[in-house]
């Protein structure tokens, strides 16, 4: 069943239909949010929020567009507006940790290397949601800028501008020493 039919049925009250939705786009919106908050369980309620957002607003898509960019616009603005909200409880990300550490240092090495991966999270946590998602879809699930621009319906040309900014901005908070973006 192709996704016009699947949203079709949906928008008629058929449970299975709507099923079947979930069951094909909640990792993709998963991921998504476990991107902006590095938190399974806040990535988890906030994939359930942003399905009872797309089911209230099911009737407002319009049929000639593409379906998976208009869930994925829906999902990243709920996560920015849930960020811009929560944002004094999101300073860390997993899967920085597991992209950046070494395995062979001497304790030494490693208690700098921590306090390193700290202070980075802490500065990638600060930038604007738009700018530090796309940095970690690039730098960290080394996603090409064409898979982004096509994750956000955004022209590649954005996607670059946007990695750069955000990589400008952490080099001048370490070289500066600042916070401020």
Known sequence: MD???????CRNGDQEAWNMLINDYSKAVYNIALNFFADKDIAADVTQDIFLKIYHNLEKFKEDKNFTAWLFTISRNYCIDYWRKNK?????????????SGHDQTPED??????????LRKKIAQLEPELRVILILRDIQ???YQEIAVKFSIPEGTVKSRINRARLKLAQSFIGGGNDF
């Open 110 to 119: 490693h208690s700098i290397r921590e306090s390193e991966i700290v202070e």
């Open 3 to 9: 996704i016009t039919e699947i949203l079709l049925r």
């Open 88 to 100: 004094k409880y999101f300073l860390s990300n997993q899967e920085l940790d597991e992209k950046i």
């Open 142 to 144: 080394d996603l090409s």
